[in-house]
Nanobody, 115 residues
Framework: VQLQASGGGLVQAGGSLRLSCAASGIIGSTDDMAWYRQAPGKQRELVARITSGGSTNYADSVKGRFTISRDNAKNTVYLQMNTLKSDDTAVYYC??????????WGQGTQVTVSA
């Protein structure tokens, strides 16, 4: 299984970015998909999660600004990030859970928000 994340970059505070993470080589059914992030010197933290049925949950720090979605036919998860803040600067990783199987991490994509 390979997860290819894209969409990161440099943006000014208040701007928007859309991250994508496409999975390939999957054997079995996908379960939850999620985005995590890790800022320099900090632990990796959950940003948002979406179940196979479309239920979502978010970290308090991004509620109302970020939206997670998925396209099951394409095995792709998205993260729409609006009203970005400097605190959102981090490497963003996608995570894919296989139903009754292992989990896989994407390679990470850098998001940098300038003040």
């Amino acid at each position: 299984v390979q997860l290819q994340a894209s969409g990161g970059g440099l943006v000014q505070a208040g701007g928007s970015l859309r991250l994508s993470c496409a999975a390939s080589g999957i054997i079995g059914s996908t379960d939850d998909m999620a985005w995590y992030r890790q800022a320099p010197g900090k632990q990796r933290e959950l940003v948002a999660r979406i179940t196979s049925g479309g239920s979502t949950n978010y970290a308090d720090s991004v509620k109302g600004r970020f939206t997670i979605s998925r396209d099951n036919a394409k095995n792709t998860v998205y993260l729409q990030m609006n009203t970005l803040k400097s605190d959102d600067t981090a490497v963003y990783y996608c995570l894919l859970h296989i139903l009754w199987g292992p989990s896989y991490w994407g390679q990470g994509t850098q998001v940098t928000v300038s003040a």
